[in-house]
């Protein structure tokens, strides 16, 4: 008896379609291998649109990326790895890579301590040899900062010793400290069109003198140097209630921009020693931790207590923002006697005190420098968004010729049954 065909084997049972991904999968790891990134990248995304739920598809796509210097879109495939499976350290490994290359320094570092925390170091070197580079990496950008804080300074110093071009403008109008600063600002207005966060900013100086100025006003000398050690029983006295401290943090508008001096918050002056700093935090704690203060908002007010301690606490960061304060508070003094001369000669007074001016200006400093950092944040963001966009679109165009191409095959099969049929239909009445 003839043997019949061979039987495929039993246990075979991969569809076409996993076939077919893993047919790409493997090219793609051959580009991959060949430093082809682009050419990987494209096959591996023809995988996914066969199989959108493959976590090492995602995975090697986010490698691909990163060294394509993609990186926002090698951060959203690797949380992709995260989300199909929390417990996969190669996960949260590529996720840390992500992070790392896009410098957010603190969430690649929690990433890799995750994968630590699933695979130890001894089998996890990738993780580790990872940690070690993000903490090289704040120590590096901790001394850029550094640098960067006292050319600021340096330029904030030289502009108060140029003549004053502000004294034809109001008290509320902010100018850049220095041409430089002035073309960076117009750089960065044109190009992220920050003008919500201008008028913000406007905003808050606009109302700067319908708040009292001295509820957040320096402690006098007397106060300071006042004979024996502060009680802290006594400065919970001298701060009032706790609804007192949490409308003063949280609940005056604008608050976040007032908040920005870290002493204007612990209300201390910035001349205390670290001794009294100290105190006056624990002091503002006892009134407003949440779990000794039930008023609403309590939880907000002493994030902003505790946030302020911390940086004090930070010699390098103390020292920069005493120094800002200084240059603040020196610039006001300028301004201050400039227009009490101007005044003067026209036989009146300027309205608001020495001390008032002064706080102003410190105030001033501060808001420009957060408006900075913020514009810097937001081009990031924006960046970050179009390259999502366009890994989107692309995506997006691969799926739709793939659909059309396979609906042209169908197509050209139909009509290609059909055509038979009818050739069958006319053979068959020729006969």
Same mark, same amino acid.
């Given at each position: 008896?003839?043997?019949?065909?061979?039987?495929?084997?039993?246990?075979?049972?991969?569809?076409?379609?996993?076939?077919?991904?893993?047919?790409?999968?493997?090219?793609?790891?051959?580009?991959?291998?060949?430093?082809?990134?682009?050419?990987?990248?494209?096959?591996?995304?023809?995988?996914?649109?066969?199989?959108?739920?493959?976590?090492?598809?995602?995975?090697?796509?986010?490698?691909?990326?990163?060294?394509?210097?993609?990186?926002?879109?090698?951060?959203?495939?690797?949380?992709?790895?995260?989300?199909?499976?929390?417990?996969?350290?190669?996960?949260?490994?590529?996720?840390?890579?992500?992070?790392?290359?896009?410098?957010?320094?603190?969430?690649?570092?929690?990433?890799?301590?995750?994968?630590?925390?699933?695979?130890?170091?001894?089998?996890?070197?990738?993780?580790?040899?990872?940690?070690?580079?993000?903490?090289?990496?704040?120590?590096?950008?901790?001394?850029?900062?550094?640098?960067?804080?006292?050319?600021?300074?340096?330029?904030?110093?030289?502009?108060?010793?140029?003549?004053?071009?502000?004294?034809?403008?109001?008290?509320?109008?902010?100018?850049?400290?220095?041409?430089?600063?002035?073309?960076?600002?117009?750089?960065?207005?044109?190009?992220?069109?920050?003008?919500?966060?201008?008028?913000?900013?406007?905003?808050?100086?606009?109302?700067?003198?319908?708040?009292?100025?001295?509820?957040?006003?320096?402690?006098?000398?007397?106060?300071?140097?006042?004979?024996?050690?502060?009680?802290?029983?006594?400065?919970?006295?001298?701060?009032?209630?706790?609804?007192?401290?949490?409308?003063?943090?949280?609940?005056?508008?604008?608050?976040?921009?007032?908040? =920005?001096?870290?002493?204007?918050?612990? $209300?201390?002056?910035?001349?205390? !020693? #670290?001794? +009294?700093?100290? %105190? *006056?935090?624990?002091?503002?704690?006892?009134?407003?931790?949440?779990?000794?203060?039930?008023?609403?908002?309590?939880?907000?007010?002493?994030?902003?207590?505790?946030?302020?301690?911390?940086?004090?606490?930070?010699?390098?960061?103390?020292?920069?923002?005493?120094?800002?304060?200084?240059?603040?508070?020196?610039?006001?003094?300028?301004?201050?006697?400039?227009?009490?001369?101007?005044?003067?000669?026209?036989?009146?007074?300027?309205?608001?005190? =020495?001390?008032?001016?002064?706080?102003? $200006?410190?105030?001033?400093?501060? !808001? #420009?420098? +957060?408006?900075? %950092? *913020?514009?810097?944040?937001?081009?990031?963001?924006?960046?970050?968004?179009?390259?999502?966009?366009?890994?989107?679109?692309?995506?997006?165009?691969?799926?739709?010729?793939?659909?059309?191409?396979?609906?042209?095959?169908?197509?050209?099969?139909?009509?290609?049954?059909?055509?038979?049929?009818?050739?069958?239909?006319?053979?068959?009445?020729?006969?």
């Amino acid at each position: 008896m003839a043997a019949g065909p061979a039987a495929a084997p039993a246990n075979d049972t991969t569809e076409e379609w996993e076939k077919q991904r893993d047919a790409l999968k493997v090219e793609a790891d051959g580009f991959y291998k060949a430093k082809d990134f682009k050419k990987a990248i494209a096959k591996y995304t023809e995988a996914i649109t066969l199989d959108p739920e493959h976590i090492l598809l995602y995975s090697n796509r986010s490698a691909a990326y990163l060294n394509n210097n993609e990186k926002s879109k090698a951060l959203k495939d690797a949380q992709k790895c995260v989300e199909l499976n929390g417990d996969w350290f190669k996960g949260h490994n590529r996720l840390a890579a992500a992070l790392f290359a896009l410098r957010r320094l603190d969430a690649a570092k929690s990433s890799y301590q995750e994968s630590l925390r699933l695979c130890g170091p001894e089998v996890n070197k990738i993780a580790s040899k990872g940690l070690e580079d993000v903490k090289l990496l704040e120590k590096k950008r901790t001394e850029e900062e550094r640098i960067e804080r006292e050319a600021a300074l340096l330029s904030a110093k030289s502009s108060s010793n140029e003549p004053s071009s502000s004294q034809n403008k109001t008290t509320t109008e902010i100018s850049p400290a220095s041409n430089k600063e002035k073309e960076e600002t117009a750089k960065a207005v044109a190009s992220t069109e920050p003008a919500g966060e201008e008028d913000l900013l406007a905003d808050f100086f606009s109302n700067v003198d319908e708040d009292n100025l001295k509820d957040q006003s320096e402690p006098t000398e007397e106060k300071i140097l006042e004979n024996g050690p502060s009680k802290i029983k006594k400065e919970n006295v001298d701060l009032g209630t706790a609804a007192d401290q949490i409308k003063r943090l949280v609940l005056v508008s604008n608050y976040e921009w007032k908040n =920005l001096n870290p002493f204007s918050v612990l $209300a201390i002056s910035h001349n205390a !020693a #670290e001794e +009294e700093v100290g %105190r *006056r935090y624990k002091a503002l704690s006892l009134l407003v931790h949440p779990d000794k203060c039930r008023e609403p908002h309590a939880r907000d007010a002493f994030e902003q207590i505790r946030k302020a301690n911390a940086q004090l606490n930070d010699s390098v960061k103390r020292k920069h923002i005493i120094d800002l304060i200084n240059t603040g508070r020196k610039n006001g003094k300028k301004d201050w006697e400039a227009k009490k001369k101007r005044l003067h000669a026209n036989g009146s007074q300027p309205e608001e005190t =020495l001390e008032e001016a002064q706080e102003k $200006a410190v105030m001033k400093l501060f !808001a #420009e420098i +957060e408006m900075k %950092r *913020r514009d810097v944040e937001k081009r990031k963001r924006n960046q970050e968004k179009r390259e999502r966009d366009l890994e989107d679109a692309e995506v997006e165009k691969l799926k739709a010729d793939r659909d059309f191409e396979q609906n042209w095959k169908k197509g050209e099969r139909l009509e290609k049954r059909i055509g038979n049929w009818r050739d069958f239909n006319h053979k068959k009445k020729k006969k």
